[in-house]
């Protein structure tokens, strides 16, 4: 009963109007079209044009945010697998085993190229590196291109950003490494 009520009233109001554009069309498209304008005239339409405006700004922001904390995520991984790269490496000497280890726990972020196993003499008295006491160095490296901002930025001609990670862990040996390679 209430909607009956309502339309009538519109199909009044429609009535009583005399010439114009919108005197020259169906009624009910009339009335369509006289209440999507006076939303725009309103201060909610003015409220939805500014929201439309602001939005891609908002959007590219938010999207900013979810891109960098993936960024920082995959940092927090690479740094903890070489972490526990060294780790294993302290007491295991085969460079092949200490790569695979350091994969292994990168949920596959990096490949056994990514991986670098050096060691770092200590303050004994020889010279030679991979004696117990001495400091094994694992380090991967890892290049982000946030895929999401390369995506919005393209659109627009910027060039992609990008961030290389190369996080290292350390660790003392405890047992001799022949063949061990000196860092530079």
Known sequence: MARSVIL???????????????????????IMIEKLF????????????????????????LFAIVDFGIAIDRRITLQ???????RYAAVHSNELDIKQKTVD??????GLADVDVCYI????????????????RVGGSFTWDFPIMKEIFSA??????????????????ERSVTGAIACS
């Not at 903890?80 to 060294?86: I, L």
Request: aromatic share 6%; with cysteine; proline share 6%.
């Open 105 to 110: 726990q990168a949920q596959g972020i990096i």
């Open 121 to 136: 003499d200590g303050d004994d008295s020889n010279t030679s590196v991979g004696d117990p006491g001495d400091a094994v």
């Open 156 to 173: 627009f001609g910027v060039p992609s950003l990008s961030i290389e990670m190369t996080p290292w862990g350390t660790a003392r040996l």
């Open 8 to 30: 009538s009233k519109l199909e009044l109001k429609g009535t009583q109007r005399q010439g114009g554009l919108l005197g020259y069309l169906p009624l009910r498209t009339a």
């Open 38 to 61: 006076s939303c725009v005239r309103s201060p909610r339409g003015q409220a939805l044009i500014e929201f439309a405006f602001i939005l891609p700004i908002m959007l590219v922001f």
């Open 80 to 86: 903890h697998s070489v972490r526990e790269g060294a």
